[in-house]
């Protein structure tokens, strides 16, 4: 794709990022209309609109032409997957309604791991062209499937926050451009994209429907289990990127041999997610979420030293990066969609699959700084110097151990904070030795 498409290095991620960017611009703002005018409507619309665009992706006959095809295939996947969502929240009782959403978020978890490797394989027994031709039959099924249910889902009107809508858009975009373009004109657009966010808080705060529910923000807990949801995607996304780079490009490794490495992790994955659905349900979903955040953290440390380290290593890596995600995914959706108050499930399901995105947007958006500052605009090719995507894949895996230890230790902390019974016994004693003002401030904490 790189090479008919004539795209250099620091351009190549633009591919993902254009999409990642498109999803998560229109993700919040889809999530307030889509059940209002119809969700089967609006998933017709959205597969028509995805079918066109994977159509203008086939018969691109420039760089500009393809990632235009990729902006629209953002926010037709925005469509559906905030639908698709809505649809469970109407369809299901309260009693099942977190289940299935846990499903449904592992299934694309699911999908998100075994479509490079399986791609891997299309590209290299035809071409990349194909991997988009797939698509076709799919859409199609879909929509004869969506033709034969006669029930529609619309939810009652309520006001929408059209000014915050642009708003959200146009800073989501800003941040996006920003952050992979840190020269003058970069710094520039972060700076408006503050300036933005400053006017979308006040904004929606002014609005009795906004787009954005400050309110969840305030459960720490919850806040929590996005923050780890946001680090295992910005981990997983990028260490598929910058595994299928260095075993392509400095271990010249063939392009089937990668896409049977990379397939390692999506097969314990799937296998994991049933087995970690169930073990929620006697275990604290924080625990087991935290120890599929250490095994992360490790596959990410192993990552890092990917040039010193023998080829069984690197499949070791993925084996532990599939069981973290297979381990993950299931008990903290469970987790984080039963936080909240069952008004708030649409809100709190948007927010969750925004803050997956966003992980997959900001560790592509990173890379593709990183790929800028060390390659800049060389192609990637036999000629190019290894070193400097080594040196490149080596600062991003140092980040993906900060993001994914800084997660374990939160979702422990959320543990030991929240529901943590303190020994009585303990108490005690250090009241008893304690000064006046640290007494006083023990018994609050106790009384809290």
């Known amino acids: 794709m790189a090479l008919s498409l004539n795209f250099p290095a620091d351009i190549l991620l633009w591919i993902n990022l254009m999409y990642l960017m498109s999803f998560v611009a229109f993700s919040l703002p889809f999530a307030k209309i889509i059940s209002q005018y119809g969700v089967k409507r609006c998933i017709k619309l959205s597969l028509l609109l995805l079918l066109i665009s994977v159509l203008i992706s086939v018969f691109s006959i420039n760089g500009i032409m393809f990632l235009l095809s990729r902006l629209i295939q953002g926010f037709t996947s925005a469509s559906l997957a905030i639908s698709l969502y809505v649809m469970i929240v109407e369809e299901f009782d309260d009693n099942e309604l977190g289940s299935a959403l846990g499903i449904v978020s592992s299934a694309g978890y699911v999908g998100m791991l075994i479509a490079p490797s399986f791609m891997g394989f299309v590209i290299y027994l035809l071409n990349w062209e194909l991997a988009f031709l797939i698509l076709i039959p799919i859409i199609a099924i879909l929509l004869i499937l969506l033709n034969k249910i006669d029930y529609e889902w619309i939810t009652e009107k309520r006001p929408i926050d059209n000014k915050g809508s642009l708003i959200y858009i146009l800073l989501m975009i800003l941040f996006s451009y920003g952050m992979t373009t840190l020269d003058d004109i970069g710094i520039i657009f972060l700076v408006i994209c503050l300036i933005f966010l400053v006017i979308f808080i006040k904004v929606e705060r002014s609005v009795p429907e906004p787009i954005f529910n400050f309110k969840l923000v ?168 290894d070193p400097l995507l080594i040196q490149s894949t080596n600062v991003m895996m140092f980040i993906c151990i900060l993001v994914t230890f800084s997660a374990t230790v939160l979702l422990f902390y959320s543990k030991y904070k929240y529901d943590h019974d303190p020994n009585e016994e303990v108490v005690r004693f250090f009241k008893s030795i304690a000064p006046k003002w640290a007494k006083k401030r023990m018994d609050d904490q106790y009384e809290d």
Request: aromatic share 12%; hydrophobic share 50%.
């Open 218 to 385: 305030r459960n720490v807990k919850y806040v929590i289990g996005n923050y780890a949801a946001m680090a295992t995607y910005f981990t997983t996304t990028i260490t598929i990127t910058a595994l299928s780079l260095h075993l392509q490009y400095v271990l010249d490794i063939e392009e089937y041999i990668v896409g049977m490495v990379l397939i390692i992790a999506p097969i314990i994955m799937i296998g994991m997610s049933g087995f970690s659905g169930r073990l929620s349900n006697r275990i604290d979903p924080r625990l087991i979420s935290g120890v599929a955040m250490m095994f992360l953290c490790i596959s990410s440390i192993i990552f890092f030293f990917l040039d010193f380290i023998p080829f069984n290593f690197i499949l070791v890596a993925c084996a532990l990066q599939g069981a973290g995600n297979g381990l993950f995914s299931a008990p903290n959706n469970k987790y984080v969609l039963t936080l909240v108050e069952e008004r708030d499930l649409p809100d709190a399901s948007s927010v969750l699959s925004t803050s997956k995105e966003f992980g997959k947007i900001l560790s592509a958006g990173i890379f593709t700084l990183i790929l800028a500052v060390f390659i800049g605009n060389n192609d990637l090719g036999p000629e190019h110097l």
